[in-house]
């Protein structure tokens, strides 16, 4: 049995009611530049995860999906998908990057 952080699991409860839902408009990038100066705010280390969660041991040129993996105080990390908690070995392989990698792809997103 997995027992999600209390704390992140209030925090997954706030952000059920405002994350964007998925539609042609909104995508993992979205989610993911939405929700992390949430929690970084509320003093959890959030890190940007990159990779295919259909395929194990992908390359960087592979990667299709962004996440969170955000770790509490305690030292404990959760894999923050679309502002839902995940536990499970994809969401902890892929690629680790920085807020401003994803805050580039955003940017040239919008302007193609």
Same mark, same amino acid.
């Given at each position: 049995? *997995?027992? !999600?952080?209390?704390? !992140?699991?209030? !925090? #997954?409860?706030?952000?059920?009611? /405002?994350?964007? #839902? !998925? =539609?042609?408009?909104?995508? +993992?990038?979205?989610? %993911?530049? $939405?929700?992390?100066? %949430?929690?970084?705010?509320?003093g959890?280390?959030p $890190?940007?995860? *990159?990779?295919?969660?259909?395929?194990?041991?992908?390359? *960087? %040129?592979? +990667? =299709? @999906? +962004? /996440?969170?993996?955000? %770790?509490?105080?305690?030292?404990?990390?959760?894999? *923050?998908d /679309?502002?839902?908690?995940? &536990?499970?070995?994809? @969401?902890?392989e892929? &690629? $680790?990057?920085?807020?401003? &990698?994803?805050?580039?792809? =955003?940017k040239?997103? =919008?302007?193609?």
């Open positions: 049995m *997995i027992l !999600i952080p209390l704390k !992140i699991l209030l !925090i #997954y409860l706030l952000f059920s009611s /405002w994350l964007p #839902y !998925i =539609d042609s408009s909104r995508d +993992c990038v979205d989610a %993911t530049l $939405r929700a992390y100066p %949430t929690f970084e705010a509320l959890f280390e $890190r940007i995860a *990159i990779g295919n969660l259909e395929q194990q041991g992908e390359s *960087i %040129t592979e +990667c =299709d @999906h +962004c /996440w969170l993996l955000v %770790t509490d105080e305690d030292g404990h990390t959760t894999a *923050i /679309w502002g839902r908690p995940y &536990y499970d070995e994809q @969401h902890f892929g &690629y $680790r990057v920085p807020l401003k &990698y994803l805050q580039r792809r =955003d040239k997103r =919008d302007r193609e």
